[in-house]
């Protein structure tokens, strides 16, 4: 490959994974779809592909939605034991942030309900709201008719926006303000205080650090807060678990404010908070070790904010 489709493809790099990472929700796997798109770039008859950037899509969200229809795909969508990989704030597989719709792309609670459209629903869906591409360039790429692409994300709209139920973007000082009350009343075990930042409809899901095979779900404001209290109690055996002492950090995660536990600069469990008119609507747990890997690669690479507990 001469140098000038080698720089073509890095250029396109960074769209292709954040393309690739809100249609799988995985880290690793986009990258590895960016990867096998580069080989059908390196092996491709490049003097016959008019529009490099509209092919190397077309490539990478049709490897994206063989995946999406995999025997393993299929099963995590059907048992719901599933979580998107967390990133970072600052991470440039998030990709663009300019408008509303590009940010709530990219949320866990998006990239979960995600979960529940047909392939072909969600790759019209982040096409047209993330990346703004035409009813027509959508129909190129996905080989269907442009009312077909129409159709696709009024469906796509209508089920995410019924399912979704909160209001506009939070403002970020005010979302970190709940979780830092949130944090002091978990850790200090004042469960009426806890129960009263908490929405009637609050839920929380967690991996249960990857040691079992199901997600933990909790609903209710006594259940979750019940779950809560336990979870960030202190104790010996979870900082054995854990390799330490933990170092406890507020930051953004897949743009929401996040409890982010640290050992020896190694991120060992991650909670994203989403939150709606000054409570606490929902709370993701991820603490398995190869949904980490990423957002401890970004965090090795930055300078935190001081912890707000620094020995846990």
Sequence with gaps: ?????????????????SLAYRLLGSAADAEDAVQDTFLRWQAADRARVQVPEAWLTRVVTNLCLDRLRSARARHERATGDWLPEPLLEGDTMLGPADTF???????????????????????????????????????????????????????????VA????????????????????????ATSGRTERLVALLTDDVTAVSD?????????????????ASFVRGGFKPTPAKRRLAGGSLAIHIALVNGSPAVVAVVDDRVVGVVAFEVSDGKVASLRGIGAADRLARLNETWRQREPDAPVIDAW
């Design 1 to 17: 490959m001469d140098s000038a489709a080698l720089d073509r493809f890095e250029a396109s790099r960074g769209r292709l994974a």
């Design 162 to 185: 019924a399912e979704r139920r909160r209001g506009g973007e939070a403002d970020p000082a005010s979302a970190r303000r709940v979780v830092e009350e949130f944090l002091v009343a």
């Design 101 to 159: 719709e590009q940010r709530e792309s990219v949320s866990l609670a998006v990239l979960i309900l995600l979960e529940r459209l047909s392939p072909v629903e969600r790759a019209v869906y982040v096409l047209r709201e993330a990346f703004s591409y035409s009813h027509a360039e959508i129909a190129g790429i996905l080989d269907i008719t442009e009312s077909a692409s129409q159709q696709h994300v009024h469906r796509a709209r209508f089920r």
């Design 208 to 224: 249960g650090a990857g040691l079992g095979q199901r997600l933990l779900r909790y609903e209710t404001r006594e259940r979750v």
